[in-house]
T-cell receptor
Framework: KAGVTQTPRYLIKTRGQQVTLSCSPI?????VSWYQQTPGQGLQFLFE???????NKGNFPGRFSGRQFSNSRSEMNVSTLELGDSALYLC??????????????FGQGTRLTVV | KNEVEQSPQNLTAQEGEFITINCSYS?????LHWLQQHPGGGIVSLFM???GKKKHGRLIATINIQEKHSSLHITASHPRDSAVYIC?????????FGTGTSLTVIP
């Protein structure tokens, strides 16, 4: 089956703009989680969606938001971009099987550069 | 918050060597993941562990819940194993990540 698909792969935006990133999970997976990776901070958890509901949120400002659609595809939005938002944004999909979370599969990421 | 520490940060090995990467964490977890990241960014989940030991090909992952410690072993290392290996813990719905171990295997 197809893996986790993130679009676009690369993006350049200017400060103050907003950006929307997309993540299509593996078919049948209902959980999508988002992560930010920067050289200075490493990987950090942004938020997780399950069945269209945000289940948990990391320690990021309100400029970072997301949503999940009924087909489990998820979007992440960053408003009023700052230079420090330049990072690799990764999403991962998983699901629950008999009440236990399955292994997470990661996408290739979207590399966002803010200039 | 779960403090996740990995060691070593950088590792250079000769092809064929046995490699061990360690991960320690500070609070109880529901699962621990070992991830592999190649240049270019894509991450592959190697293992998800909640207890004991798992093996996949030349890779072995172990976890000791009481000691809050996990190890990733690579037997007969190969240059294609060169990557960053990241330990990630899951506590409830939160993920915490180690800073990664950059492995270079020299032919």
């Amino acid at each position: 089956k197809a893996g986790v698909t993130q679009t676009p792969r690369y993006l350049i935006k200017t400060r103050g703009q907003q950006v929307t990133l997309s993540c299509s999970p593996i078919s049948g997976h209902r959980s999508v989680s988002w992560y930010q990776q920067t050289p200075g901070q490493g990987l950090q958890f942004l938020f997780e969606y399950f069945s269209e509901t945000q289940r948990n949120k990391g320690n990021f400002p309100g400029r970072f938001s997301g949503r999940q659609f009924s087909n489990s595809r998820s979007e992440m939005n960053v408003s009023t971009l700052e230079l420090g938002d330049s990072a690799l944004y990764l999403c991962a999909s998983s699901t629950l099987h008999r009440g236990r979370r399955t292994e997470a599969f990661f996408g290739q990421g979207t590399r966002l550069t803010v200039v | 918050k779960n403090e996740v520490e990995q060691s070593p940060q950088n590792l250079t090995a000769q092809e064929g060597e046995f490699i061990t990467i360690n991960c320690s964490y500070s609070v109880g977890i529901s699962a621990l993941h070992w991830l592999q990241q190649h240049p270019g960014g894509g991450i592959v989940s190697l293992f998800m562990l909640s207890s004991g030991k798992k093996k996949h090909g030349r890779l072995i992952a172990t976890i000791n819940i009481q000691e809050k410690h996990s190890s990733l072993h690579i037997t007969a290392s190969h240059p294609r194993d060169s990557a960053v290996y990241i330990c990630a813990t899951r506590t409830g719905n939160q993920f915490y990540f180690g800073t990664g171990t950059s492995l270079t295997v020299i032919p």
